[in-house]
């Protein structure tokens, strides 16, 4: 039993002790390998999502997770099972049908008292997802963990842990929509998982054929890999309109970009700006790709490993803070664009001929756009979530500088997006700053200029 607090909102958490949830059937005992996009180092770390959902038809939502879980396991079973590593950094799922963890909680306070913003950062969060002891590891540990904490409005949170080796938000998604289904009462998942991570191997030998700056070996000399202590979190909601006016201040032939190209410009404009780095300093920026389309065939529907790779657009710190909006857009269009077959081919050699290296940290942002993932659509058997998404702002167990993109829509009923922002406390001021003046908000005296940002308490 814990305290919670949220800009003074303060609650109580009681929970059950922790279960671990089988396949409901038999399951083969196996080893699975993984792909060699799977077990790089920059995805050996533990995920945390939050769903918020209003009251429902359902009675017993904890019951009701749980046994649509245990059925869903039948066909998704190498997540009941452990990782292990073989010589070379190998990873594979000893697929033992252990389980996941699952835990059980009641909170003393209903979800209307968590307001309209629902937005990262949750500062409540470790209490609403509990962290078992032991339960952390990478290896030999259980790969997903749950907890369904009811709210005394009859609404509930579920939040939950996935190990990222396994498996990528799109593929998560898709075994959450299985449990639903299953939960519903449907005999067998209406997409069935396809493991095949031999798809995502690399060749023999391995075949180098790109520059891969998003796996350069860069010295932190500027110390901008920040811990956690003293970083300020905040979210920031960028309506569609606002968007659309940064699309229309573009040269013709850029204004075709779609929305990820043209915020994720304007953010890393705005945060090199904000940290102020040694002018002729490199800066990049790592935009996730999901390359599941971009192989000859696709990957199959169903395949729910990790299917992403890292594009990097690179430039001095001086070039990107001086020039228009448009210099970084265009470097982005650039780099997403390398991402063909053969890059990702090319991806795969690297990763292993380096020995599976972390992608870059240092004077790195790192961005990733949820609006394809689906997560806020996500019905699993009560209706819709008032909110889907990550619980923190940070991409991985190194904290750089990091953001998702999770589709949103405001109190007034204003669409666009929320982008969660961890920077140290000073720079997150700057850069709310440098944010405000390219939206224009400035100009327009906005009262989203403050309002629309959350902050994270010290």
Known sequence: MAPGNRDGLIFTVTRNEHVLIRPSEPTPREYKRLSDIDDQEGLRFQLPLIQFYPRGSIRDPALFFMEGLAKALVYYYPFAGRLRELPGRKLVVDCTGEGVIFIEADADVALEEFGDALQPPFPCFEELLFDVPGSSD???????????????????????????????????????????????????????????????EARIPPQ?????????????????????????????????????????????????????????????????????????????????VNCRKK????????????????????TTAEKLSTNPLAYALDLIKKAKACATEEYVKSVLDLLVARGRPHFTVARSFIVSDLAR???????????????????????????????????????????????????????MDRFEGELNAALGRNKRNDPATKSESVVSPP
């Open 138 to 200: 990478i290896l030999d540990t259980p790969l997903l963990l749950f907890q369904l904490t009811r709210l005394n409005c009859g609404g509930f949170i579920l939040a939950s842990r996935m190990n990222h080796a396994m498996c990528d938000g799109q593929g998560l998604v898709q075994f959450l929509y299985a449990v639903g289904e299953m939960a519903q009462g449907a005999s067998v998942p209406s997409i069935l998982p396809v493991w095949s991570r031999e798809l995502l």
């Open 208 to 288: 180098v054929t790109y520059m891969h700056h998003e796996y350069d070996d860069v010295p932190d000399t500027q110390a901008t890999i920040f811990p956690f202590d003293g970083l300020s979190h905040r979210s920031f909601f960028i309506r569609s309109s606002e968007i659309a006016d940064l699309c229309c201040s573009l040269p013709l032939h850029l204004r075709g970009c779609t929305a990820f190209e043209i915020v994720t410009a304007c953010l890393w404009r705005c945060q090199t700006i904000a940290l102020g780095p040694n002018p002729e300093e490199e800066t990049r920026v790592l935009c996730v």
């Open 295 to 314: 192989l000859n065939p696709p990957l199959p529907m169903g395949y729910y490993g990790n299917a992403i790779v890292f594009p990097a657009a690179i």
């Open 373 to 427: 993932v689906r997560a806020g659509d996500m019905d699993l058997g009560w209706g819709k979530p008032k909110y889907s998404g990550p619980a923190v702002g940070v991409i991985g167990a190194r904290p750089g500088t990091s953001s998702f993109y999770i589709p949103y829509k405001n109190g007034k009923g204003e669409e666009g997006m929320v982008v969660p922002m961890c920077l140290p406390a000073a720079a």
